[in-house]
């Protein structure tokens, strides 16, 4: 079974330029996450899909950051214009629906994110 | 925010030795999960224990929860080079129990 697939790995942009990353979760998963890793820390939900359906995006700053899953399959998350800030590692996880609070998250290998 | 402080912040053991993680929460929980990452990579699933479980094994991996204090731990038993890897707790809370909340983790270094 093929695991959770994200491109690039490694993205390196000048501050003010949009960036996106792509994410292509488990065949069969229909929760798709988007976190945001910071150097030394855990990651922090950003968003949250069943199938099309973003169900939980309270944590993504709008101003800047988008993020869509149209066939409830792979999903982009964009960031216009980055910020210094932005610098991290993008990870994308997904998991069965219907197993509620049990359910085990998969994780991509990540985007890391270089803004200069 | 993070809800889970991982105690502590690094750990430096010598192969075979057994390695022991502390997560403490601050709220409420439907239960609390264990990942791994290795450097460059994402998170590996390691454990999954309930809020109404104390004690839960999976091969060389001990978990235990006491909800009265809110913490938790792992241990790892016979650790091996492979091992190391920053290990993460992260807890399902009761109000929004689909949201997992990670703590800062543990960088875990096993000596060859």
């Known amino acids: 079974e093929a695991g959770v697939v994200q491109s690039p790995r490694y993205k390196i942009i000048e501050k003010k330029q949009p960036v996106a990353f792509w994410c292509n979760p488990i065949?069969?998963?229909?929760?798709l996450y988007w976190y945001l890793q910071n150097l030394g820390q855990g990651p922090e939900l950003l968003i949250r899909?069943?199938?099309?359906?973003?169900?939980?995006d309270s944590q993504l700053p709008k101003d800047r950051f988008s993020a869509e899953r149209l066939k409830g399959v792979d999903s982009t998350l964009k960031i216009q214009p980055a910020e210094l800030g932005d610098s991290a590692v993008y990870l994308c996880?997904?998991?069965?629906?219907?197993?509620?609070?049990?359910?085990?998250?998969?994780f991509g290998p990540g985007t890391r994110l270089l803004v200069l | 925010s993070q809800q889970g402080e991982e105690d502590p912040q690094a750990l430096s053991i010598q192969e075979g030795e057994n390695a022991t993680m502390n997560c403490s929460y601050k709220?409420?929980?439907?239960?609390l999960q264990w990942y791994r990452q290795n450097s460059g990579r994402g998170l590996v699933h390691l454990i999954l224990?309930?809020?109404?479980?104390r004690e839960k094994h999976s091969g060389r991996l001990r978990v235990t929860l006491d909800t009265s204090k809110k913490s938790s731990s792992l241990l790892i038993t016979a650790s091996r080079a492979a091992d190391t890897a920053s290990y993460f707790c992260?807890?399902?809370?009761?109000?929004?129990?689909?949201?997992?909340?990670f703590g800062s983790g543990t960088r875990l270094l096993v000596r060859p």
């Open positions: 992260a807890t399902a809370r009761m109000d929004s129990s689909y949201k997992l909340i």
């Open positions: 899909y069943e199938n099309e359906e973003a169900v939980d």
């Open positions: 709220t409420s929980i439907n239960n």
């Open positions: 065949s069969g998963h229909n929760t």
């Open positions: 224990i309930r809020s109404n479980e």
């Open positions: 996880a997904s998991s069965k629906a219907g197993q509620g609070p049990q359910e085990t998250q998969y």
